[in-house]
DNA sequence: AATAAGGTGTTACGCAGGTAACACATTAGG
DNA sequence: CCTAATGTGTTACCTGCGTAACACCTTATT
């Protein structure tokens, strides 16, 4: 409980609560938790979104799963972030896409009627609240203009500029796998695999398996 | 005034408003209106956005347009839709995309600081936006269920579904041109246009302008 | 240290769909 | 009602990328 409330406190969402007030909640059954096992699913695609989640601690993704089998990376969301925020008001509450741990995970739920008692109460967790969810949206939006109907090429350009701003070198460190990366912009490894080829035999970049080196400007 | 008082109290957003709270804010700049000729901007992407919009009559569109001129339609929204829903209250407030009056449109703006003073004194009304939000996430995370790295065939089976369903008949009216249909599913015309009469050739379905035959179950 | 499990690069093949260039049909606006 | 603008169908051409099948790494698991 105490290690629960530890994680509680830090993330953005419950600041404005108070200790008594995630204690009491925790305790009266508002608030529940719940740890995933790394791989494990945490809703399955259609499932019936019940609560507002907060992942407390590991690495949570979001990803579609089409009839062939494969696999396209909707989103990563990692501790302190919140799960289901745009789900729960709608009229039509399922998930649409199938939810994982990637990491051994600890989720926070808070039941749908909970939470619109905090927005009445609480004026900043509603703040808080909002600006999340927009956030989340806003993600979305950029998934589409992003990665929707463009060249392998472009995906990855639009990546590499992105990481090159938020890493300020041009040397960038792949956080995350090859294959990981082809997920994330929906397409196939190989093609991927191509495709940064093509860009070293250009001279536009140089890559081994933890980092890329961009060569243009 | 009042004419503009009638459409507002249409809306399902605005619904638990008196009359006397519309009229004082529309009288002391809390909601403003504006009106947009057919095909006017309403937003350019990149613009801030200030205020929370309701579309009080007309047809509203959201489209990105890329470097190379190609357009897809993320949206379409009529009267007593919303827009900015998710934008107004996120840390970027920029527009992601192109917002268009596809017809001639009023559109009721209300300013950040006056909707958190309506979520604050009216549940109600912060139920409705929560609900509408929640669509339009939703909406988002359909487009990419449905339409992100599918073959034309896939996208327009995928319609073709959803508008037998919807309309009940095997004789779907389209609603929209062909040119927007592909607009929408983010493919050139021509591209649809030489899929529908692959479709035709084997027998699955038949087609004017006006409409599509589903010819299989 | 040994073995399994997963990530990575490469390449030949084929096809879905973008491009461009038509002619024709339909709609909107004067 | 006429003309301009916009929508529609078609087809030849070409390319980006998915598929499949390898061999070779690198990271977990015992």
Redesign the pocket.
């Known amino acids: 409980m105490n290690e629960t409330l530890r994680l509680a406190r830090r993330t953005p969402l419950l600041q404005s609560l108070t200790d008594e007030e995630i204690v009491s909640y925790l305790g009266d059954g508002s608030f529940i938790t719940a740890a995933y096992a790394k791989n494990g699913v945490i809703h399955f695609d259609g499932e019936v979104c019940r609560r507002l989640e907060i992942i407390l601690s590991g690495k949570v993704v979001v990803e579609r799963i089409d009839e062939?089998g494969?696999l396209m990376t909707i989103g990563e969301f990692i501790a302190d972030d919140m799960l289901g925020g745009n789900l729960i008001f709608s009229r039509n509450p399922y998930y649409p896409m199938t939810v994982t741990a990637r990491e051994p995970s600890v989720i926070l739920g808070i039941g749908r009627e909970r939470v619109f008692e905090l927005f009445y109460h609480n004026h900043e967790f509603l703040r808080n609240y909002l600006t999340l969810i927009s956030e989340h949206s806003m993600m979305l939006s950029e998934r589409i203009r992003h990665y929707v109907?463009?060249?392998?090429?472009?995906?990855v350009m639009s990546y590499l500029n992105y990481e090159r701003k938020r890493q300020n070198t041009n040397r960038i460190a792949?956080g995350i796998?090859?294959?990981?990366?082809?997920e994330r912009i929906?397409?196939?490894?190989?093609?991927?695999?191509?495709?940064?080829?093509k860009m070293?035999d250009e001279g536009l970049i140089r890559?081994?398996?933890?980092t890329i080196e961009l060569l243009y400007d």
């Open positions: 062939s494969n109907n463009k060249s392998i090429r472009e995906c792949l796998s090859k294959k990981a990366l082809a929906g397409v196939q490894r190989t093609s991927l695999s191509r495709e940064l080829a070293r890559f081994d398996n933890k």
